[in-house]
């Protein structure tokens, strides 16, 4: 006999699909009036491309020996400027019940063993 696990849902990820091709489709029919809605597409597509190449792709190396190389550790003003603070990915993975706020202090004290573990930070000089 065959699950039908997903076929419950299979009603409402179609509607789903149908309502975001057909959102599109209006975005596209209103550029002739106004480019609002268009630019508000874009922009939606985009962040839903970019989140998940900020937020994952950008901070681990899966090639990594082990679970400690295998998040990159950022350093610097730069990186701390454009993340609002949330660079210190290596540190959360390691103490994720550490606050944001004491993520900067919490790498500060852990430097110097990531250092002996080889760990070097990827730096952007300004």
Same mark, same amino acid.
């Given at each position: 006999?065959?699950?039908?696990?997903?076929?419950?849902?299979?009603?409402?990820? @179609?509607?789903?699909?149908?309502? =975001?091709?057909? @959102? =599109?489709?209006?975005?596209?029919?209103?550029?002739?009036?106004?480019?609002?809605?268009?630019?508000?597409?874009?922009?939606?597509?985009?962040?839903?491309?970019? =989140?998940?190449?900020?937020?994952?792709?950008?901070?681990?190396?899966?090639?990594?020996?082990?679970?400690?190389?295998?998040?990159?550790?950022?350093?610097?003003?730069?990186?701390? #400027?454009?993340?609002?603070?949330?660079?210190?990915?290596?540190?959360? *993975?390691?103490?994720? #019940?550490? !606050? *944001?706020?004491?993520?900067?202090?919490?790498?500060?004290?852990?430097?110097?063993?990531?250092?002996?573990?080889?760990?070097? !930070?990827?730096?952007?000089? =300004?």
């Amino acid at each position: 006999m065959q699950s039908n696990r997903g076929g419950k849902y299979r009603v409402l990820i @179609l509607t789903e699909g149908v309502v =975001i091709v057909v @959102l =599109i489709a209006i975005c596209i029919y209103t550029l002739q009036f106004t480019y609002v809605p268009f630019l508000y597409l874009c922009l939606m597509i985009s962040g839903s491309w970019i =989140i998940p190449l900020v937020t994952s792709y950008a901070v681990h190396t899966p090639q990594g020996l082990n679970e400690l190389h295998q998040t990159r550790l950022f350093r610097g003003k730069f990186f701390s #400027m454009i993340a609002f603070d949330h660079l210190y990915h290596l540190e959360h *993975h390691l103490y994720p #019940m550490v !606050p *944001h706020k004491n993520w900067p202090k919490l790498a500060e004290r852990l430097d110097d063993y990531f250092e002996r573990q080889g760990i070097k !930070p990827v730096e952007f000089k =300004i």
